[in-house]
């Protein structure tokens, strides 16, 4: 079965500093691997998206990822973390039931002045 | 501006009382779904719709009832609700078809049964 695993809960950055938020996945086949960001009293937004192809992906707001076969992985990451990226982060992984999204329990990332 | 909306953002009910929390969706997609949130388990999917009149279960459908009678709306039926139903739902819809399309989310129905 499919699964996805965000082995931080909690991540505190002060401002200005580079972020990277881990994410593995469990699949038997490559997935389509997605990262969404949740803010406070808000639904989901995606941050960006890997189908095929470059293994570096860009998405919004200067969030980038890497998808790494060799390690099952998908980290999300910045360079510099803004006090408005405090939010909670989900990495999903897409079953090819387009129906579907396996998510990660989600890293919860505070933002320090 | 394309959105999926969610009916109420918030509701507390008492054990038993038949609720359903709205969805709807203006993006003429056909693939709906009802996700759950809950602490340290990530949303988890509880039904889904592939088109109007096709419905199938997610992995935790018990306690939960959904139609599909139009392809915008997809409500979500909790016929006797019990406080582990306490939890934040979502309601997403999908573009396209085939995999790999994103999930358009709404923002999220915060339920409290008490």
């Known amino acids: 079965a499919q699964s996805v695993t965000q082995p931080d809960i909690h991540i505190t950055v002060s401002e200005g500093a580079s972020l990277e938020l881990r994410c593995n996945y469990s699949y038997g086949a490559t997935p389509y691997l997605f990262w969404y960001v949740q803010s406070p009293g808000q639904g989901l937004q995606l941050l960006l998206k890997?189908?095929?192809?470059?293994?570096l992906v860009q998405g919004i707001k200067g969030f980038e990822a890497e998808f790494k076969r060799s390690q099952s992985s998908f980290n999300l990451r910045k360079p510099s973390v803004h006090w408005s990226d405090a939010a909670e982060y989900f990495c999903?992984?897409?079953?090819?039931?387009?129906?579907?999204?396996?998510f990660g329990s989600g890293t919860k990332l505070n933002v320090k002045p | 501006e394309a959105q999926v909306t969610q009916n109420p953002r918030y509701l507390i009910t008492v054990t038993g009382k038949k609720l359903t929390v709205t969805c709807s969706q203006n993006m003429n997609h056909e693939y709906m779904s009802w996700y759950r949130q809950d602490p340290g388990l990530g949303l988890r999917q509880i039904y889904y719709?592939?088109?109007?009149?096709?419905?199938d279960k997610g992995d935790v459908p018990e306690g939960y009832k959904v139609s599909r009678k139009e392809k915008r709306n997809f409500p979500l039926i909790l016929e006797s609700p019990s406080p582990n139903q306490t939890s934040l739902y979502f309601c997403?819809?999908?573009?396209?078809?085939?995999?790999?399309?994103?999930?358009?989310f709404g923002q999220g129905t915060r339920l409290t049964v008490v």
């Open positions: 890997y189908f095929s192809g470059d293994t």
């Open positions: 999903a992984v897409d079953s090819y039931n387009f129906n579907k999204f396996y």
């Open positions: 719709s592939m088109n109007v009149e096709v419905t």
């Open positions: 997403a819809s999908n573009k396209g078809q085939g995999a790999g399309t994103e999930a358009f």
